[in-house]
């Protein structure tokens, strides 16, 4: 009589068995290391749960978890994609977090300059048909509407 337990050997997802989970529960992906789908229990009656991706890491001896996004937004390839990129921040003693957090904090800073060099543009162009009060008004209200 044998017991010791066996344990099955672990099943690499795919999109076909993806689509069919729906026991609440985290399934770990075979391929990339700490990435796992993490199937929530559903909300109100009759729909399934949500799928989210997560990356499961240690970093300066913590265990931590980063949310990649939520299936089907994020597909099997692109989880894995953003999983292993996820991994190489952390080799590099970073955050997949704060990392995540400062790329968008410079596109939000990028798309404000764009916008902020558009407007001054478009009152330069307009400056000769507007009479002096209603330019520096247009400029004051853009100037506290839109810029940081």
């Keep these: ?4 337990r066996e344990s099955a050997p672990r099943r690499k997802l795919s999109d076909a068995r993806l689509r069919t989970l729906t026991q609440p529960g985290k399934y770990a992906d075979g391929d990339v ?5 993490e199937v929530k229990k559903p909300q109100k ?5 949500s ?3 997560r990356v499961k890491y240690r970093l300066d001896g913590k265990e ?5 996004g939520a299936y089907p937004a994020i597909g099997l ?3 894995r994609e953003l ?4 991994k190489r921040e ?7 977090r704060q990392a995540k957090l400062a790329k968008i904090d410079a596109q939000h800073l990028s798309e404000a300059r764009t916008f902020e060099y558009v407007a001054e543009q478009w009152l330069q162009l307009k400056a000769p048909d507007l009479v002096e009060k209603s330019l520096a008004a247009s400029k004051a209200h853009w100037l506290i509407m839109f810029t940081p």
Excluded: C, D, Q
């Design 64 to 68: 931590n978890r980063f949310a990649i």
């Design 33 to 37: 290391p700490g990435l796992y789908l």
């Design 77 to 79: 390839k692109e989880a």
């Design 45 to 49: 009656s009759g729909k399934p749960g």
């Design 83 to 86: 999983a292993w990129a996820a």
């Design 1 to 4: 009589m044998n017991t010791e």
């Design 51 to 53: 799928k989210l991706w």
């Design 90 to 96: 952390i080799a590099n003693a970073v955050s997949p």
